[in-house]
């Protein structure tokens, strides 16, 4: 049974601060690893993918993978209150079925 | 434009009337999957399908069916539904390669009566 870890929250942040995001993995064939944010009621969409351990940027968001530990996170910079939603993580397997998380809840203050 | 279709978008039905819930993607993907969404849980895969005439079960099959026939198409069925599969349901597809995002539906709302 593969497992991926989240802690639940809520991950409360002021306006401008920096949220970091943490993630674990029992699987480990995963290859690819998957950032999601979903807001309530809506459907999850992707915002950062990575594949190499280290660190990936893209815009405000910084991926960072480490397979030897199975852990991977996501930091998000100058953080908004419309950032505000629940992080998904899913590391996957080619070939196998896309598990994620539970989700991590950020609220982001102004 | 790619997407993922889920109809129908909100329904309200009665314990033990059989239901269909349609899942369509334009994108010629291979793997499809069912999950269901409730507070506390996160999302839950019901089921999955690698290809046409593919499907295996995912963490919470119990109550639901699936089929593939069509490599575009693939339908969540409850044969009898109950109140505890009351949820929101995502469609999702991809391809079969890792590294490749995942498109979602946007959601059906069931409730079970």
């Known amino acids: 049974q593969k497992e991926v870890e989240q802690n639940s929250g809520p991950l409360s942040v002021p306006e401008g601060a920096i949220a970091s995001l943490n993630c674990t993995y029992s699987?480990?064939?995963?290859?690819?690893f998957f950032w999601y944010r979903q807001y309530s009621g809506k459907s999850p969409e992707l915002i950062m993918s990575i594949y190499s351990n280290g660190d990936k940027e893209d815009g405000r968001f910084t991926a960072q993978l480490n397979k030897a530990s199975q852990y991977v996170s996501l930091l998000i910079r100058d953080s908004q209150p419309s950032d505000s939603a629940t992080y998904l993580c899913?590391?996957?397997?080619?070939?196998?079925?896309?598990?994620f998380g539970k989700g991590t809840t950020l609220s982001v203050s102004s | 434009e790619a997407q993922v279709t889920q109809n129908p978008r909100y329904l309200i039905t009665v314990t033990g009337k059989k239901l269909t819930v349609t899942c369509s993607q334009n994108m010629n993907h291979e793997y499809m999957s069912w999950y269901r969404q409730d507070p506390g849980l996160g999302l839950r895969q019901i089921y999955y399908?690698?290809?046409?005439?593919?499907?295996d079960k995912g963490d919470v099959p119990e109550g639901y069916k699936v089929s593939r026939k069509e490599k575009r198409n693939f339908p969540l069925i409850l044969e009898s539904p109950s109140p505890n599969q009351t949820s929101l349901y995502f469609c999702?597809?991809?391809?079969?390669?890792?590294?490749?995002?995942?498109?979602f539906g946007e959601g059906s709302w069931l409730t079970v009566v």
């Open positions: 899913a590391p996957h397997q080619a070939g196998t079925a896309l598990i």
């Open positions: 699987d480990r064939g995963s290859q690819s």
């Open positions: 999702a597809s991809s391809t079969r390669d890792s590294g490749n995002t995942i498109y």
């Open positions: 399908s690698m290809n046409v005439e593919v499907t």
